[in-house]
């Protein structure tokens, strides 16, 4: 049952449970989002595109004097996210924004609210299948990058097992970094409604803020940039955060905290608009 089929069915004096409600907003949210070919088709070529580059990078690293053998651990793992974070996590970003600017633009966020009055529901339902299908894609193409890069790695016998401290760990936040991203596009795009400036102020929370603090002097750079998304990131990615930045336990919290912060923004602003 899709969203328009709710309102017409709540018109028919049908009033559905809870729980089939949350089924069926969700499944018109999934509907919404997975039959955008667009969509596929700009997912499909950033996959491609950070799984090409991944190698590249591997292969660069591998072919530098000693460079697979006696790299740090710290180095060998981080290396298999490099193109990760520079070329899939900003169109995921991109996409995320669109799920709600996209709506307003073409007025369908009329037909949405009045056929889901509870808008609050509609941002859950959206948040919650973005992020999914964001988690989902982010732990398959990380673990893809971590394997790729390590198999390149393992020809200068340099290469290291899922197994090596701080692996898994740093491999599962890969995708959860993609996740919270994806979040941040989400409520950005519920806030702002335009997607320009959803799309600028989802990338000034992703990267450029993260930018602004290494032009600090240090140490205010680490101690300000651990707050940061992408410095928290590669705390989780590395086997070893470097001196100055948060522990694992605590940048996953960073991490939490941002698209937390951006969908508890976007809450407020929905219910205290027209539209």
């Known amino acids: 049952m899709t969203a328009p089929q709710l309102q017409a069915a709540g018109t028919a004096g049908t009033t559905p449970s809870p729980l089939v409600r ?10 919404k989002l997975s039959s955008l070919r667009s969509n596929r088709w700009t997912l499909g070529a950033a996959a491609i595109v950070t799984l090409v580059l991944t190698a ?21 793992l981080a290396t298999s996210f490099l193109a990760f974070a520079e070329y899939l996590v900003l169109p995921v970003t991109v996409l995320s924004v669109l799920v709600f600017t996209s709506e307003y633009g073409s ?11 509870r808008r609050r529901t509609v941002l859950a339902a959206k948040a919650a299948v973005t992020g999914a299908a964001a988690l989902v894609t982010g732990e398959v193409l990380a673990f893809a990058c971590f394997f790729l890069t390590q198999a390149i790695l393992s020809g200068r016998h ?11 760990r740093g491999v599962l936040a890969a995708g959860f970094v993609l996740a919270a991203c994806a979040l941040v596009g989400v409520g950005a795009g519920a806030v702002l409604r335009h997607t320009a400036g959803a799309i600028a102020v989802a990338v000034t929370v992703v990267y450029l803020l993260a930018v602004l603090c290494l032009v600090l002097p240090a140490p205010w750079n680490l101690r300000l940039g651990r707050f940061t998304l992408p410095f928290a990131a590669y705390a989780e990615v590395t086997a070893h955060p470097p ?19 951006a969908l508890l923004t976007a809450a407020v602003v929905l219910t205290r608009r027209d539209v």
């Open 56 to 76: 590249v990078v591997a292969a660069s690293f591998a072919a530098a004097p000693h460079g697979g053998q006696r790299a740090a651990p710290v180095d060998r």
């Open 22 to 31: 949350a089924r069926d907003v969700l499944a018109s949210e999934w509907t």
């Open 107 to 117: 007025g369908l966020i009329r037909t949405t609210f009045t056929a889901v009055p």
């Open 243 to 261: 001196t100055g930045l948060f522990s694992p336990w605590l940048s996953l919290l960073v991490l939490i905290a941002w698209p937390a912060a």
């Open 158 to 168: 340099g290469g290291l097992s899922l197994a090596h401290p701080g692996a898994a």
